[in-house]
């Protein structure tokens, strides 16, 4: 929260690493974790005489998501030297796309809190070479190492409009485009091993003003957390400069996630600062409408279309639908568990309650689980089917969860069926109403919480067996 007379203009650049396994202009592998400096060749290294060749599978992951946004794709555009000098920057310059990007004008929808929605625009999306990497205080002796297996790694540079008003509006943003980069498969969405990083433009205005404010850029953030955090601290600290009777200047600063603080990295840089021109060894860029719509007919379902199937052939909230909808690995679980045989909705409640909170209780993707979607399945059928009640079907999940076993196998050894018949319960309602004659006049007499001591004896009696429905059912007409 700031100020409440100040509004945030949050604006995000986001480097998505293209899946390819190769580099933009060069043969040298992509893989993540080599050793240092064993991915990188002549080409990446800047060396006389060596040209650039630009990898078709790049330009293709970069047509699809200009597909996902809605975004114009440019039959035109161009490679560009921005010029700048830094020790993992071995030509001296990047390979990127200014004046003509590959693709421009499109938007991403995201869900807020309130269940409204909101679209955000997308300027444009560029492709470009990733940089090397610095390694500081490193190793015995303490000194800068460079490590260049990260030079030429092709890049999507999706820059938005400034449209985001808080941090939380950033989190959504992200979280939607990373899910539709993952649903394409044009790269895995991964902050941690730097795969895909965010930097993010803050300025504050007053409510009501409609020019911007000055902003600051927050360089290179590993996670979503960290960049809500780094908005609502640089916002805050904004206006606090302003209410004091400071100024705000163009700045490129960093997020310390110890300190939970900013601080100024260097003065921001401009277009003209970076002194960019066409690339010479590489010529224009022109994609004909035939590769385009072979791009087209390649599209998966996206995460709006399906969640958009979830809700009306599921009659899902829209809340669970785009929770499930998150990843193509969350919906493709969902779907199996389902398998056109299960409740729809009480699926959704065992997928999204018990297994993502398992899950993230032990550090787990969706493709690590240790029960498969046709066990839950299965252990949802056995709730429908009254085998099992809700209560019990909790043991037998941390059971399975535990182990993988089946949970059939679980529900056998340990005796669990659930107890449907009405006569065996009917005689132990009996026995409880006979051995509690003072809550039975208690009941009659118009306290109504004494039937939840009857249901609870009951199950005690049958350890938590016997159908809940049919227990209400007998004690309502016996007392």
């Avoid at 916002?235 to 310390?256: K, M, P, R, S």
């Avoid at 995460?303 to 499930?324: C, G, T």
């Avoid at 350890?463 to 016996?478: R, S, T």
């Amino acid at each position: 929260m700031i100020h409440p007379d100040y509004e945030m203009v949050i604006g995000l650049e986001v480097h998505a690493q293209v899946t390819t396994e190769s580099k933009l202009f060069s043969g040298s592998s992509t893989a993540f974790g080599a050793d240092p400096n064993t991915q990188a060749n002549n080409i990446d290294l800047g060396m006389p005489g060596m040209l650039p060749v630009l990898n078709q599978d790049a330009v293709d992951a970069g047509i699809k998501l200009g597909l996902a946004l809605g975004c114009r794709i440019n039959r035109k555009s161009v490679f560009d030297r921005k010029n700048y000098f830094y020790p993992d920057l071995p030509k001296g310059y990047q390979i990127s796309q200014f004046t003509l990007p590959i693709v421009e004008h499109g938007n991403i929808t995201i869900d807020l809190a309130d269940g409204s929605t909101k679209n955000i625009g997308v300027t444009r999306m560029h492709l470009e070479e990733d940089a090397g990497k610095s390694v500081h205080d490193f190793g015995a002796d303490h000194h800068s190492h460079v490590d260049l297996n990260r030079a030429g790694i092709p890049l999507m540079e999706i820059v938005s409009e400034p449209d985001l008003r808080t941090p939380e509006e950033a989190g959504e943003y992200l979280k939607k485009l990373r899910s539709i980069l993952r649903f394409l498969e044009v790269c895995d969405g991964n902050m941690e091993q730097g795969s895909m990083r965010c930097d993010a433009n803050v300025s504050v205005r007053k409510k009501g003003v409609n020019t911007f404010g000055t902003r600051r850029e927050i360089k290179n953030l590993n996670s979503i957390r960290n960049v809500m955090r780094a908005i609502e601290f640089e916002a805050n600290h904004q206006v606090d400069v302003i209410e004091n009777g400071g100024e705000i200047y163009q700045e490129t600063i960093l997020w310390d996630a110890n300190k939970n603080e900013t601080r100024t990295m260097r003065s921001k840089e401009d277009a003209h600062d970076y002194r960019y021109f066409p690339d010479p060894d590489l010529l224009p860029l022109y994609l004909t409408e035939e590769r385009i719509d072979g791009c087209a007919k390649s599209m998966p379902e996206l995460p709006d279309e399906m969640k958009e199937r979830f809700i009306k052939d599921y009659n899902l909230s829209p809340y669970d639908a785009s929770v499930l909808t998150l990843s193509k690995a969350n919906a493709s679980f969902y779907e199996a568990v389902v398998d056109d045989k299960n409740d729809p909705k009480l699926c959704a409640n065992w997928v999204t309650g018990e297994l993502f909170g398992a899950l993230n209780k032990a550090g787990l993707d969706i493709d690590e689980s240790p029960i498969s979607p046709e066990q839950l399945g299965e252990l949802v059928a056995m709730i429908t089917g009254d085998i099992i009640s809700g209560k019990i079907a909790k043991t037998v999940f941390e059971e399975m969860f535990e182990t993988s076993k089946n949970p059939k196998e679980i529900v056998e050894e340990k005796g669990l069926v659930q107890i449907t018949d009405k006569g065996a319960i009917e005689a132990i309602v009996d026995k409880i109403i006979a051995n509690n004659a003072d809550n039975v006049e208690k009941y009659r007499s118009g306290n109504d919480r004494v039937f939840g001591f009857f249901v609870g004896q009951v199950m005690k009696e049958t350890g938590g067996k016997a159908n809940p429905a049919i227990v209400n059912e007998i004690l309502k007409e016996k007392l």
